[in-house]
């Protein structure tokens, strides 16, 4: 049985990911662990898996322009200001679960810069924080929550550039 290929009804799967990231010649290592759909779940990993450790948010302008905010786990947004750091139109607000899963192929609790690789249409924007871009290491889920990923900050701005999109590295973090 062979794997029908990437649609927006059958978005790519991890082990897709990883073949991108091989092709693209670049290090990743990835740990499976139980699911975790918080921050707050995800720490018990830490002492495993070194590097800055992400938070994602998926939102949206009043007209429909969606970003995935990167954030270091433990960072705190102001989602009333983060608009005019980003380019947002408007204020923003967490976008659908049906929207997520169109654009980046995940659900709820699986969000990740790595979704870039479903937005084959370029529909959002992404944008990193500079505290989480300190880190040499940053970990995200390969686009489920039973795992993460590791990938070298420059080997992560050259993911997103192979996926179509130029990422935005701005102070979105307090």
Do not use: C, W
């Not at 799967?13 to 918080?38: R, Y």
């Not at 505290?131 to 990938?151: K, V």
């Amino acid at each position: 049985m062979t794997t029908p290929s990437p649609t927006a009804d059958h978005p790519k799967t991890a082990e897709q990911l990883f073949a991108f990231l091989d092709e693209l010649g670049i290090q990743h290592s990835t740990k499976n662990h139980p699911p975790v759909f918080t921050v707050a779940e995800s720490e018990s990993l830490r002492d495993e898996i070194p590097g800055g450790h992400t938070k994602n948010l998926f939102v949206k302008d009043k007209k429909d322009q969606f970003f995935v905010v990167t954030v270091e786990e433990r960072a705190t947004v102001d989602l009333k200001q983060i608009h005019k750091i980003i380019g947002a139109s408007s204020r923003v607000s967490f976008g659908s679960p049906e929207k997520m899963l169109e654009y980046l192929g995940v659900v709820p609790g699986s969000v990740t810069v790595f979704g870039a690789i479903n937005d084959t249409q370029n529909k959002v924007t992404f944008v990193l924080d500079e505290g989480l871009m300190q880190y040499d290491i940053i970990n995200g889920h390969p686009l489920r929550n039973d795992a993460t990923t590791s990938i070298g900050r420059d080997d992560l701005i050259s993911f997103l550039k192979a996926t179509g999109h130029d990422p935005l590295v701005l102070k979105v973090a307090d």
